[in-house]
């Protein structure tokens, strides 16, 4: 499944109503309902309810994997599923476990987090954005007042509530709007893609593959 960023994406390439409905109203805010509804008609599969069936199916395995990770990354690693253990919410522990996988990759320059007392500094810096998730903390807990996706420089979606769901949306809207993965977190959604969601999963990068078979193992 190639995708580029291009003008492509205001192209109409099929004449039915949804889609051309969808890909008009970029960049406007969506609904999950529609990112939902737009990747079934795609992928002919269920987007956010098989997504986190089966990230709950693996999580076990993959948290076994994470612990055995040695170095600055796996301290990294420890760092970020530390925050799973301090709270029972089952999209924190989701959100850690992913924050686990992209920190293979480059996670800082795509998962944004900014206080909420700074938001002006935020929608600047949002504004240079390629893709990305963000989200606007509160200063006294750790629920996020918002979590939304940026996609060249637009904020597409928000109130998303988690960054997990925040994920799962952006991977639907690369569907519905046929753009690339991010070059900062590709293997991350190659890895969500092909072995989490078990779609175009023929031909695998060699870390993915590793990783795969750990866990099929």
């Given at each position: 499944?190639?995708?580029t960023f291009?003008?492509?994406?205001?192209?109409?390439?099929?004449?039915?109503?949804?889609?051309?409905?969808?890909?008009?109203?970029?960049?406007?805010?969506?609904?999950?309902?529609?990112?939902?509804?737009?990747?079934?008609?795609?992928?002919?599969?269920?987007?956010?309810?098989?997504?986190?069936?089966?990230?709950?199916?693996?999580?076990?395995?993959?948290?076994?994997?994470?612990?055995?990770?040695?170095?600055?990354?796996?301290?990294?690693?420890?760092?970020?599923?530390?925050?799973?253990?301090?709270?029972?919410?089952?999209?924190?522990?989701?959100?850690?476990?992913?924050?686990?996988?992209?920190?293979?990759?480059?996670?800082?320059?795509?998962?944004?987090?900014?206080?909420?007392?700074?938001?002006?500094?935020?929608?600047?810096?949002?504004?240079?954005?390629?893709?990305?998730?963000?989200?606007?903390?509160?200063?006294?807990?750790?629920?996020?007042?918002?979590?939304?996706?940026?996609?060249?420089?637009?904020?597409?979606?928000?109130?998303?509530?988690?960054?997990?769901?925040?994920?799962?949306?952006?991977?639907?809207?690369?569907?519905?709007?046929?753009?690339?993965?991010?070059?900062?977190?590709?293997?991350?959604?190659?890895?969500?893609?092909?072995?989490?969601?078990?779609?175009?999963?023929?031909k695998l990068?060699?870390k993915i593959?590793?990783?795969?078979?750990?866990?099929?193992?």
């Amino acid at each position: 499944m190639e995708k580029t960023f291009s003008h492509r994406r205001l192209e109409i390439v099929e004449q039915r109503p949804l889609i051309r409905d969808f890909k008009c109203r970029w960049p406007a805010l969506f609904q999950p309902s529609e990112v939902n509804a737009e990747f079934l008609r795609i992928a002919t599969s269920p987007l956010q309810s098989k997504f986190m069936r089966q990230l709950d199916h693996f999580s076990d395995k993959l948290l076994k994997i994470f612990k055995t990770k040695g170095g600055l990354k796996g301290q990294h690693i420890k760092e970020a599923l530390a925050i799973s253990d301090s709270f029972e919410n089952i999209h924190i522990k989701r959100g850690c476990i992913l924050r686990s996988i992209a920190i293979y990759e480059d996670p800082d320059s795509f998962f944004k987090e900014y206080q909420a007392s700074a938001s002006e500094d935020a929608k600047r810096d949002m504004a240079n954005t390629v893709m990305g998730i963000y989200t606007l903390q509160r200063d006294v807990d750790w629920q996020p007042e918002d979590v939304g996706i940026v996609i060249e420089g637009n904020i597409v979606m928000d109130n998303l509530g988690s960054v997990i769901v925040g994920f799962v949306m952006l991977l639907g809207l690369i569907y519905a709007l046929d753009l690339s993965f991010p070059d900062n977190l590709k293997h991350t959604f190659e890895f969500m893609q092909k072995v989490v969601m078990n779609l175009d999963g023929h031909k695998l990068n060699g870390k993915i593959e590793s990783l795969k078979i750990k866990l099929f193992d």
